[in-house]
Nanobody, 126 residues
Framework: QVQLVESGGDLVQSGRSLKLSCAAS????????VAWFRQAPGQEREAVAC????????FYDDSVKGRFTISRHNIKHEGYLYMTKLQIEDTALYYC???????????????????WGQGTQVTVSS
């Protein structure tokens, strides 16, 4: 059974850092690209970052470039999102997702991802 489980969400002050983790099970992680999405109340789910299966390519949404770093550890079957200089606008439920292929190809469409975690809440206060 394919599962993705996020953790690491928290309430933090703006300007602080936070690291999210995504534990994968039930499939071979290094066959797939992995992405992080987020969804704020009343807004659509948006792609934050994606990393290819071997970690040799990635993309970031413009809103997080230079502040967030996506990474993965295939042996541990985990993905990560390291977030720095957090802003109030980063408040959202963060999801990790498995892409249907090995590369990201700049895909920001949720339809290109077939398995999702339940999400972990990140709240940034002033």
């Amino acid at each position: 059974q394919v599962q993705l489980v996020e953790s690491g969400g928290d309430l933090v002050q703006s300007g602080r850092s936070l690291k999210l983790s995504c534990a994968a099970s039930g499939f071979t992680l290094d066959n797939y690209a992995v992405a992080w999405f987020r969804q704020a109340p009343g807004q659509e789910r948006e792609a934050v970052a994606c990393i290819s299966r071997l970690g040799d390519s990635s993309f970031y949404d413009d809103s997080v470039k230079g502040r967030f770093t996506i990474s993965r550890h295939n042996i541990k079957h985990e993905g990560y999102l390291y977030m720095t200089k957090l802003q109030i606008e980063d408040t959202a439920l963060y999801y990790c997702a498995r892409r249907r292929s090995a590369g990201c190809s700049g895909s920001r469409s949720a339809a290109d991802y077939d398995y999702w975690g339940q999400g972990t809440q990140v709240t940034v206060s002033s």
